[in-house]
Nanobody, 127 residues
Framework: QVHLVESGGGVVPAGDSLRLSCASP????????VGWFRQAPGQEREFVAA????????AYADSAKGRFTVSRDRSTNTVYLQMSSLKPQDTGVYYC????????????????????WGQGTQVTVSS
């Protein structure tokens, strides 16, 4: 397991953009697949996006396709979630998660596929 720290959340109007960051101080983070999940009040945590260890493959929830982009920067042990055209229904606490993965593993879209979680960052989109 690794320690993950999310940042970049905030309050923005609908249509605006935010970039979330998920950082780890451990160099072993580069061998981890990473996913983003979100949880709205009173709702279950849901998958948003995922990226493989290599960064060459990604996966998105239907609600995120075309608006969100997940990427990683190995030089800083950081994974980003760029969110554009934000909607009020994107409001929630966003969590990043990770687990060690082999190079050929596909993106992990299930929450139970991860063993490390960050504390979450709040995203609020006003209408």
């Amino acid at each position: 397991q690794v320690h993950l720290v999310e940042s970049g959340g905030g309050v923005v109007p609908a249509g605006d953009s935010l970039r979330l960051s998920c950082a780890s101080p451990r160099s072993m983070f580069s061998s981890h697949a990473v996913g983003w999940f979100r949880q709205a009040p009173g709702q279950e945590r849901e998958f948003v996006a995922a990226i493989t260890r290599s960064g060459s493959n990604t996966a998105y929830a239907d609600s995120a396709k075309g608006r969100f982009t997940v990427s990683r920067d190995r030089s800083t042990n950081t994974v980003y979630l760029q969110m554009s055209s934000l909607k009020p229904q994107d409001t929630g606490v966003y969590y990043c998660a990770s687990r060690r993965a082999i190079l050929t593993a596909p993106p992990i879209v299930r929450a139970d596929g991860y063993d490390s979680w960050g504390q979450g960052t709040q995203v609020t989109v006003s209408s």
